[in-house]
T-cell receptor, first 116, second 114 residues
Framework: AQKITQTQPGMFVQEKEAVTLDCTYD???????LFWYKQPSSGEMIFLIY??????QNATEGRYSLNFQKARKSANLVISASQLGDSAMYFC?????????????FGKGITLSVRP | KAGVTQTPRYLIKTRGQQVTLSCSPI?????VSWYQQTPGQGLQFLFE???????NKGNFPGRFSGRQFSNSRSEMNVSTLELGDSALYLC?????????????FGAGSRLTVL
């Protein structure tokens, strides 16, 4: 079974500063993928960044980077230069890459509020 | 390129009724998944379809069902609605079910059961 843990309470960050959102995971799979999604108040889940378990380098996508520490089973999202539009819920998720299965297991999410 | 389209966006039903939600995936995507999101339980996987076949099912009662059509469009149905079925139902599509395919989500259908 897979499990994602996001335990931070609501996070606050000043505009233009960087923020780290924590995510730890547990799985018995050797091959898996880690995802971060953003959910604004409108409800749509927006894909941000992906990290494969065998990727040697941390993933980056614009202002988003993933701090992947495999031994610690953590996949923290770093948002640089926060913008007001970054205020949203952020979900960490994972799926196995073994076999034919696209099911995502999500964490409970973290609320991020960006202050002007 | 159009995204994942879910209809209706909002609906209100009463206990005991049934509801059908629709999802049109991104063109070319053959896999469609459904998730239920509630404040208490978070995001929970309902089921996944690929080429009209249900490939995976979450831990939900039989009142929850779905299907996929030959054009990859999918519907989910909830019968005998209960108050606890009030939730945001999210549909996601992806090219396939293997590898690191990213799921693209729709805006959701928000169901309120009175």
């Amino acid at each position: 079974a897979q499990k994602i843990t996001q335990t931070q309470p609501g996070m606050f960050v000043q505009e233009k500063e960087a923020v780290t959102l924590d995510c730890t995971y547990d799985t018995s799979d050797q091959s898996y993928g880690l995802f971060w999604y953003k959910q604004p108040s409108s409800g749509e889940m927006i894909f941000l960044i992906y990290q494969g378990s065998y990727d040697e380098q941390n993933a980056t996508e614009g202002r988003y980077s993933l701090n992947f520490q495999k031994a610690r089973k953590s996949a923290n999202l770093v948002i640089s230069a926060s913008q007001l539009g970054d205020s949203a819920m952020y979900f960490c998720a994972m799926r196995t890459l073994t076999g034919a299965n696209s099911k995502l297991t999500f964490g409970k999410g973290i609320t991020l509020s960006v202050r002007p | 390129k159009a995204g994942v389209t879910q209809t209706p966006r909002y609906l209100i039903k009463t206990r005991g009724q049934q509801v059908t939600l629709s999802c049109s995936p991104i063109s070319g995507h053959r896999s469609v998944s459904w998730y239920q999101q509630t404040p208490g339980q978070g995001l929970q996987f309902l089921f996944e379809y690929f080429s009209e076949t249900q490939r995976n099912k979450g831990n939900f009662p039989g009142r929850f069902s779905g299907r996929q059509f030959s054009n990859s469009r999918s519907e989910m149905n909830v019968s005998t609605l209960e108050l606890g079925d009030s939730a945001l139902y999210l549909c996601a599509s992806t090219l396939g079910v293997t590898g690191a395919n990213v799921l693209t989500f729709g805006a959701g259908s928000r169901l309120t059961v009175l």
